[in-house]
């Protein structure tokens, strides 16, 4: 498969030629942004967003206008919630280190974590290791598992994203042909049931042993499978729930780790707890961040124990902040508020509302070919035409930015940039859902 002539930075973004459309105020903001932070980074959207404050699923701009956010999967509990804010401050008012000192928020942090992972890596038997974003979790796990396989070999999805860091930009094609991927690095076709059919889960751990293979011919020895067990930057395949253990059996018959990457999936945006856990699949490694600290940047990994031997008898670990007592507190609280509000639930029912209603649109609306999701990790791809399956790449940006106008936000995804990706907070009430639907219908 060829890499798109775009990486993800490029789907939905702003193009700073068009700033003369923008207000005085606007184009003074995106002029002054470029001096000060360069050409490297991207604004969402034709025009672009200056948001101020966050209220549960609503965001709002510096004129007062109300968004609904259907897309930011990094406040998961909804923006600015106060059990995490308050935990945040209490802990900011006591204490806050780096992690060589004894802290019991941490430990119960990490307590609380390993209760939700499965008996291989739960309590007593698993290890938990910090860090401060999903990037250096990634990167940790890489390290870990070619220490424990003495092996490089990574295979990833097509169009995956894995991370910023040096390592896991070359091994994270999504973000485009001006980052080459490793030579350590093979890529297989996404899973993608909508276009390859009732074999596609066959198919998937077939093209996962043969990239294995071919790394092993070129003298690269299996280290891991890493997956999104979303596949999110692929374009969102869920399904059938399963197909993920036989791919994992494959590259462990390889010899190669299967390394869960729940930083986008994880933390109850599937209807459960973990995205690996629908598919019955038992990884080596589970890497999480994002919605982790509900905004605050805290991340890590869980392990089994004889992975972490060899490694931790060589090297020390150290991460000044990873870990700290004000980032564990915001995840200690968002743990409970997972729990306590129910959230995996109801992402699961108003999943199953928005799925549903996705699927009635597409019988009015011949452009939805296919609608697919697990929870509130939802792809809707938009088709020229049915038969061809041809991707409506223009026609999708024309509706994100027609949906940003009328006061709903979300983004692309896929090779061909026509995936309607909808990732709302897990708060998200079934009126919300309704308000979505009825604005992607009208703009339909």
Known sequence: MTSPPHGMAMINAFDPAAATALSPRERAMVERRQRLLGPAYRLFYENPLHLVRGEGAWLFDAEGRRYLDCYNNVASLGHAHPRVVEAIAAQAARLNTHTRYLHDTVLDLAEALLATLPPALGPGTGHVMFTCTGSEANDLALRIARAHTGGEGIVVTALAYHGVTASLAELSPSLGEGVPLGRHVATVPAPDAYRGGPDMPARFAADIAAAFAGLARHGIRPCALLVDTMFTSDGVFPDPAGFLAEAAAAARAAGALFIADEVQPGFGRTGGMWGFERHGAEPDIVTMGKPMGNGHPV?????????????????????????????AAAALAVLHVLRDEALPANAATIGTRLLAGLRSLATRHEILGDVRGAGLSIGAELVQDLATKEPATAETTRIVNALRERGVLISASGPGANILKIRPPLCLSAEQADLFLDTLDAVL
């Open 299 to 327: 991340a890590g990994l869980a392990i089994r124990p004889e992975l972490l031997e060899r490694f931790g008898s060589r090297a020390r670990y150290f991460n000044t902040f990873g870990g700290n007592p004000v980032s």
